[in-house]
C-alpha cells in the first residue's frame, strides 16, 4: 500500500493550491483519510480529515478557507486550499486508515504518504 501526494509549490499569500493524494496497492477498503502538515522544529499538526461517509472536519486555523474531498472509486483525497497565509507554509502529508488485502484479519493500520511542501510568499 502506498500513498503519492501531489500539488505543492510556491504560491503568493490569497492564492490557491490543490493537493492531491493517490491510494495504491491491494486494499480491501479505506476508512479515514485526512492530511496534516509539518514545519521544521514543530510536530505534525492535523489540517483536516474525511471519513469514508463524506463527513469532514478541520482544524480552527484553516476552517472556512481549505476544503477535504475525496473520491472513493478513484482511492482519492484532495485537500483545496484558498486564502493561503504565510503560516500555511508547511510540507503537507496525507494519511489513510487502510485495511489491506494482505491482513487476514481486517486490521486497520495507518499509512503516510511521503509529503508535499507548500510555500507562501508574502
Known amino acids: 500500500v502506498q500513498l503519492q501526494a501531489s500539488g505543492g509549490g510556491l504560491v503568493q499569500t490569497g492564492g490557491s493550491l490543490r493537493l492531491s493524494c493517490a491510494v495504491s496497492?491491494?486494499?480491501?477498503?479505506?476508512?479515514?483519510m485526512g492530511w496534516y502538515r509539518q514545519t521544521p522544529g514543530e510536530q505534525r499538526e492535523l489540517v483536516a480529515t474525511a471519513t469514508r461517509g463524506g463527513s469532514t472536519s478541520y482544524s480552527d486555523s484553516v476552517k472556512g478557507r481549505f476544503t477535504i474531498s475525496r473520491d472513493n472509486a478513484k482511492n482519492m483525497v484532495y485537500l483545496q486550499m484558498n486564502s493561503l497565509r504565510p503560516e500555511d507554509a508547511a510540507i503537507y502529508y496525507c494519511?489513510?486508515?487502510?485495511?489491506?488485502?494482505?491482513?487476514?484479519?481486517?486490521?486497520?493500520?495507518?499509512?503516510w504518504g511521503q509529503g508535499t511542501l507548500v510555500t507562501v510568499s508574502s
Open positions: 494519511n489513510a486508515n487502510i485495511v489491506p488485502l494482505s491482513d487476514p484479519y481486517y486490521r486497520t493500520s495507518t499509512y
Open positions: 496497492g491491494s486494499i480491501r477498503s479505506i476508512n479515514d
